[in-house]
């Protein structure tokens, strides 16, 4: 069955660009004199989160460049392996840009191309993403992009300020994503050193999540989920468990907040997308050098989400903007 649909998925790639007219010969990406140009977009799931980006990224570009840009959207479907069919695909057509929306698409990017300008979105820490020694903010070669990192000192600090008499906090994650484990370590490191008891749940994909929820919940007092891909398209299921077991959650991003969570310190994805957006502008139609480019990020705010407060009897603290205002 997995063959089958690899093999239909390179189908539907290669009747997207014929469609497209992606068979163009390209030099480079920011070639000068050029007039249009072909985007291909890897997206690695569909979420609220991710797809904000994607959104944000098309608009801020079609706004700058209009009717010049042709985009090629796809999405992996959560498969790793549908990440590296994808972007093998936009290389062989010779797309002039590749937008890697989340750490598994960025790492296929890396990997299939040294030449054609590569923009991440939803990225958390390119150093762990890409395996970076003394990663600095410029990654060189053809590869930058926008973070998703909101400081997490001060996520971590939410949770002994909404929670004050917590003592064990969960920390729930999925094993398989790099970005998650870089942030689970940074605020474990934080709790502890203020004293405060933790344990790491991680699942391996969408399986086993909600045993390890559970779990989490039977053996903590608050739960932490750090911004997650495989958490943020689970959020339903982490939902029913959290509300019945009365847990609550401090939440990476507002995406899985929203759905799970609490209360988050987190970014718009879609302004992340449309900073995005416009470093590929600058790519694209001024020939700036991709090699040169800082890693980009945008503003924090903090929210919660008054359905799961209500839900769970808990009084929002004052500073925090409701979700859905």
């Given amino acids: 069955m997995k063959k089958i649909m690899t093999t239909a998925l390179l189908v539907f790639v290669a009747a997207s660009f014929a469609f497209a007219g992606g068979g163009k010969e390209t030099d480079s990406a920011a070639e000068r004199g050029k007039t249009t140009w072909t985007v291909g977009i890897c997206q690695l ?15 801020a570009l079609t706004d700058r460049l209009g009717d010049k840009v042709t985009f ?16 093998n695909g936009f290389v062989s057509h010779k797309v002039d840009l590749i937008l890697a929306n989340a750490t598994p ?58 929670f004050p008499n ?26 502890n050193a203020e004293r405060v008891s933790t344990g790491r749940y991680s699942f391996t994909d969408t399986n ?3 045993a390890v929820a559970e779990r989490a919940c039977r053996e903590c007092d608050v739960i932490y989920i ?11 299921a982490i939902a029913n468990i959290v509300v019945s077991t009365g847990t609550p959650v401090i939440a990476g991003e507002e995406g899985i907040c929203s759905g799970c969570g609490v209360a988050t310190l987190s970014i718009s ?34 929210k919660y989400n008054p359905l799961m407060c ?15 205002n």
């Fill in 310 to 324: 209500q839900a769970l009897g808990i009084t929002p603290l004052p500073g925090y903007e409701a979700i859905g």
């Fill in 105 to 162: 698409a960025l790492q296929a990017a890396a990997s299939a191309t040294g030449e054609i300008p590569v923009l991440g979105t939803a990225i958390t820490h390119y150093g762990t993403a890409l395996d970076i020694a003394n990663y600095t903010g410029v990654i060189g070669g053809n590869i930058s992009g926008t973070s998703d990192l909101a400081p997490l000192d001060e996520q971590a600090r939410m949770i002994t300020e909404w």
């Fill in 45 to 59: 799931v569909q979420h609220t989160a991710l797809d904000a980006a994607t959104k944000g990224f098309r608009d």
């Fill in 269 to 302: 994805y879609y302004d992340l997308g449309r900073t995005t957006g416009e470093m590929a502008a600058r790519i694209l139609a001024d020939g700036a050098d991709i090699s040169k480019m800082r890693v980009e990020y945008t503003e924090v705010t903090r």
């Fill in 72 to 87: 090629i959207e796809q999405n992996a479907s959560g498969e790793i392996n549908n990440c590296a069919t994808i972007v």
């Fill in 208 to 210: 086993d999540i909600a």
């Fill in 166 to 191: 917590a003592r064990r906090v969960a920390l729930l994650y999925c094993s398989a994503e790099p970005n998650s484990i870089f942030q689970i370590e940074q605020v474990e490191s934080f709790l």
């Fill in 226 to 236: 750090p911004t997650d891909n495989t958490a943020a398209s689970n959020t339903e």
